[in-house]
T-cell receptor, first 109, second 118 residues
Framework: RKEVEQDPGPFNVPEGATVAFNCTYS??????FFWYRQDCRKEPKLLMS???SGNEDGRFTAQLNRASQYISLLIRDSKLSDSATYLC??????????FGKGTRLSVIA | ETGVTQSPTHLIKTRGQQVTLRCSSQ?????VSWYQQALGQGPQFIFQ???????GRGNFPPRFSGLQFPNYSSELNVNALELDDSALYLC?????????????????FGAGSRLTVL
């Protein structure tokens, strides 16, 4: 089983739609969780951290379910500029970040 | 405050050749991590350097080696290039070895060096 698994997509959604991505992780000792955004042929950039109680940043909501070992990202009112690959990232202990393969989102006008 | 810069941005090599990629860390950051991102994959950790010493290594063969200099800039060297080495090589800097948590000590990535091996 891969350490971090994501549905690769692509998710093609119209502008204004709500879209959700899930990510599962295999190591129950995982401590920190993040979503990174990567535009085509660019470097990954931190979108948001994921807190145990769930957290929201504008149109973006992240949730963590430790019992089922998954995290989610919800994007409301999708914009064309949200088109990108979304990388799920997990950290345990003093190890380097472990990235999923990413989920590709295309928002269509 | 300057960000992470990498050079070259693109390069083409042939099998068996050697390549050196360079990274200047963000101002105030003393730790550099290198990642390899193949097409359609997430970044894979190669190794990390802290104060000029290797501080952790991923599942990469010894022909992947690195250096960190007193100014915290870093190099990634790959010998005996193989076709599968074709990828985007990302450098990320951070402050200290402390792992990022809750958004603190966030890894800042450079734009990457895109290597094509023919």
């Amino acid at each position: 089983r891969k350490e971090v698994e994501q549905d690769p997509g692509p998710f093609n959604v119209p502008e204004g739609a709500t879209v959700a991505f899930n990510c599962t992780y295999s190591n129950s000792a995982s401590q920190s969780f993040f979503w990174y955004r990567q535009d085509c042929r660019k470097e990954p950039k931190l979108l948001m951290s994921v807190y145990s109680s769930g957290n929201e940043d504008g149109r973006f909501t992240a949730q963590l379910n430790r019992a089922s070992q998954y995290i989610s990202l919800l994007i409301r009112d999708s914009k064309l500029s949200d088109s990108a690959t979304y990388l799920c990232v997990v950290l345990w202990g003093n190890t380097p970040l472990v990235f999923g393969k990413g989920t590709r989102l295309s928002v269509i006008a | 405050e300057t960000g992470v810069t990498q050079s070259p941005t693109h390069l083409i090599k042939t099998r068996g050749q050697q390549v050196t990629l360079r990274c200047s860390s963000q101002s105030g950051h003393n730790t550099v991590s290198w990642y390899q991102q193949a097409l359609g994959q997430g970044p894979q950790f190669i190794f990390q350097y802290y104060r000029e010493e290797e501080n952790g290594r991923g599942n990469f063969p010894p022909r992947f080696s690195g250096l960190q200099f007193p100014n915290y800039s870093s190099e990634l060297n790959v010998n005996a290039l193989e076709l599968d080495d074709s990828a985007l090589y990302l450098c990320a800097s951070s402050f200290d070895r402390a792992p990022p948590s809750s958004g603190a000590n966030v890894l800042t990535f450079g734009a990457g060096s895109r290597l094509t091996v023919l």
